[in-house]
């Protein structure tokens, strides 16, 4: 009988036989998948050899460092590497407003980074690099249909010359690639990792860098995380989050006039996605229940001063897409 308790298992029998004491690296993201990659390292191997590395870009949802390295640790990390690059990502996008533009230059300056800190680690040459491929991923890009799952993973992993001198090399572990993703989410629950990122819907690897139209500024990041922040907590508060397959919200360049008093007032406008959808190729719109939409849309002009105006994309994929870049 197949159990979540014997693959455990499976996975440390095997690690223990290919990687023996070897570091191994797993760079995190912040989602599920790497997450629950990560715990099952942890759980599988010796802590000492698991080291862990997480960027914040910067470019990241409301407390999302805190909460990934809380549960690591949690969990057992001794070596979770927290590289603050914030400065470094802001000053790559500056003035660029293109999206494949601001694409380009977050991924290059990704890999940079990579590279550099993972050469500071000082690891051994015979180290294995882990990554939190699952099942679907190797069907996908097997079979050729699948350029959006090599597209979507791509930011991390698959242009990475670091990830390819590894493959090289033979030394790529990928503990999670007999799994799908509600077999990662149950193994996440067992390994004891937080409801909340076990549930969590996807995010692009880019971050908010896409959710925020033109050009990303530091204040446009903080003001587009706090009203992100509050539609999430709102939808979870309102049992609405497991409905969905993926809600965020975006940041329009443009201001809109508005009251404040009997002034007129110039403030953001904000729009807010929600959308069912089997694996991201096609989405249909949530068919938000009206009176949440109206609250959740009070709640966040009254919490971000900044944002003047709210509304709602009510646009399925195709013609459109899921994120607005
Ligand atoms: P679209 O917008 O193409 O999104 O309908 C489909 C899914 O892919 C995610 N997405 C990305 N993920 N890098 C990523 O890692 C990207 O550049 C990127 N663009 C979109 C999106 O969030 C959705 O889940």
Redo the contacts with the bound molecule.
């Keep these: 009988e197949w159990t979540m308790e014997r693959y455990i298992e499976e996975v440390r029998a095997n690690l223990a036989q290919r990687v023996g004491r070897n570091p191994v690296l797993l760079l995190i993201s912040g989602g599920v998948d790497s997450t629950v990659a990560g715990a099952l390292l942890l759980k599988t191997l010796d802590p000492d050899q698991v080291h862990l590395m997480y960027m914040d870009t910067g470019l990241m949802r409301k407390k999302e460092t805190e909460i990934v390295s809380a549960n690591l640790n949690r969990l057992g990390a001794k070596h979770l590497h927290i590289i603050h690059c914030e400065k470094d990502f802001l000053s790559a996008l500056s003035g660029l407003t293109d999206p494949e533009e601001k ?1 380009r230059a977050i991924g290059d300056l990704f890999i940079r980074i990579q590279e550099r800190e993972v050469g500071r680690l000082g690891l051994p040459e015979t180290y294995f690099l882990a990554q939190g491929t699952l099942y679907t991923d190797l069907i996908e890009s097997g079979k050729g249909v699948g350029k ?1 799952a090599h ?6 992993n698959v242009r990475s010359p670091l990830v390819e001198a590894k493959r090289n090399a033979g030394r790529i572990i990928e503990p999670l690639d007999r799994l799908y993703k509600d077999e990662v989410r149950a193994l996440g629950r067992i390994l004891g990792i937080d409801e909340d990122i076990v549930m969590r819907h ?5 971050g908010l860098a ?1 959710r925020i139209l033109g050009e990303v500024t530091r204040e446009k990041c903080d003001i587009l995380r706090e009203a992100d922040d509050i539609y999430i907590r709102e939808l979870k508060r309102r049992g609405l989050y497991d409905q969905i397959w ?1 809600a965020f919200a975006v940041l329009l360049p443009i201001r809109s006039v508005g009251v404040a008093g009997d002034v007129r007032k110039y403030g953001w406008v904000l729009a807010l996605r929600a959308i069912v959808s089997e694996d ?1 190729m096609t ?1 249909d719109v949530y068919p938000f229940p009206m009176k949440d939409l109206l609250e959740i849309s009070t709640l966040i002009t009254n919490t971000v001063k900044d944002i003047g105006r709210v509304t709602y994309d009510i646009s399925s ?1 195709p013609p459109a ?3 607005w870049e």
């Design positions: 694409r959006k597209v979507i993973k791509s930011h991390h996807p995010f692009p690897g880019p896409v993926q991201g989405a994929k897409t899921i994120e």
